[in-house]
């Protein structure tokens, strides 16, 4: 999987949320309990990207697989579970094409 760090010190989650990773850009948010304006992922199914930010800290990863995003998606909801935070689920808005795209690579159970 590829990763790239970057720092971004002039922004808040908002900025990916109507931008870089919107819903029109095939991205659906990937809601925990600790979501707020300084946090949020958002995961691309057909680019198989995972995009997070975290106080202007931007990671974004490319899986090479399929297999490979759905174990990093599948990760992230193991570590908000272990560490005190809920996750609530990948939330694809009201896509049905983006709905059907992670249903069909097996992360319906993750949608809500």
Same mark, same amino acid.
Not at 56 to 70: H, S
């Given at each position: 999987?590829?990763? =790239? ?16 990773? +919107? ?6 948010? &990937?809601?925990? +309990? ?23 800290? &931007? ?6 697989? &399929?297999?490979?995003? &759905?174990?990093? %998606?599948?990760? =992230? ?13 990948i939330d694809p808005g009201c896509g049905k094409a983006l ?7 097996? %992360?319906?159970?993750? %949608?809500?």
């Amino acid at each position: 999987m590829e990763m =790239i760090r970057e720092f971004y010190s002039m922004t808040d989650r908002y900025a990916y949320d109507f931008g870089k990773c +919107s819903y029109k850009n095939g991205f659906a948010q &990937v809601d925990t +309990s600790q979501d707020a304006s300084y946090y949020g992922t958002w995961a691309n199914p057909e680019t198989l990207i995972i995009v997070s930010y975290c106080e202007g800290d &931007v990671t974004i990863k490319t899986a090479d697989t &399929v297999e490979e995003f &759905v174990e990093e %998606l599948k990760a =992230i909801k193991k570590w908000n579970d272990d560490n005190g935070y809920r996750f609530l689920g990948i939330d694809p808005g009201c896509g049905k094409a983006l709905k059907a795209r992670f249903q069909a690579i097996g %992360l319906g159970e993750l %949608l809500h």
